[in-house]
C-alpha cells in the first residue's frame, strides 16, 4: 500500500478536498487531488478514479483534470 485517499473539509473556506498521501522514499507526501465532487472510489486496475458523475485517469503526473460520465451513466439534470 502506497497510496491514502479521503475526504477533509476546510473549516475556514467550508469546502471539502480529495486529498491523497502517497508514500515516496519511506516518507508519506501530502497533495489535494482537487475538490471533492463525490465518493471517491478507485477502479480495481487503479488507474480511473470515479467521483459520482465524474472520473479521472492516472497520468504520468498524476490524475487528469475531471470528465463528465457520458449518458446512460450521467443524471438528467
Request: aromatic share 12%; net charge positive; charged share 25%.
Amino acid at each position: 500500500m502506497t497510496e491514502f485517499y479521503f475526504t477533509r473539509m476546510d473549516l475556514k473556506l467550508e469546502t471539502w478536498d480529495l486529498i491523497s498521501y502517497t508514500l515516496q522514499d519511506g516518507q508519506w507526501h501530502e497533495s489535494v487531488v482537487g475538490p471533492r465532487v463525490g465518493r471517491p472510489l478507485l477502479a480495481p486496475d487503479g488507474k480511473t478514479m470515479h467521483l459520482g458523475q465524474y472520473y479521472m485517469t492516472r497520468n504520468h503526473c498524476g490524475w487528469s483534470q475531471l470528465k463528465r460520465l457520458d449518458p446512460p451513466f450521467s443524471r438528467r439534470d
